[in-house]
């Protein structure tokens, strides 16, 4: 369903989860129904951007503590 991007095989795979192990994250699943159509229905990530974001946030949590953010703002630029 998501490799193939198919929003269509959604409905049939909330049916079958229904009853199962999985029911408490079906209900939460059902509330943003629309917003995982949307994702299943686009073709593009966002994952790169997650990515940096990510470094970013490790990077500003190692220096907590230790400098101001002149210093944070260099060592993001020298590795960039």
């Known amino acids: 369903m ?7 095989a959604l409905n049939a795979w909330l ?5 199962t192990k999985l029911n408490a994250f079906i209900t939460d ?3 943003d129904h629309d917003a995982v159509l949307d994702a299943l229905g686009f073709r593009c990530s966002t994952g790169q951007v ?3 974001e990510q470094w970013l946030k490790v990077l500003k949590r190692g220096m907590y503590g230790r400098a101001k953010f002149d210093l944070l703002r ?3 630029l020298y590795t960039v």
Do not use: C, L, T
């Open 2 to 8: 998501s490799r193939k991007h198919d929003p269509n």
């Open 50 to 52: 997650e990515g940096h």
């Open 74 to 76: 260099k060592r993001v």
């Open 29 to 31: 699943f059902e509330r």
């Open 15 to 19: 049916n079958a989860a229904r009853g």
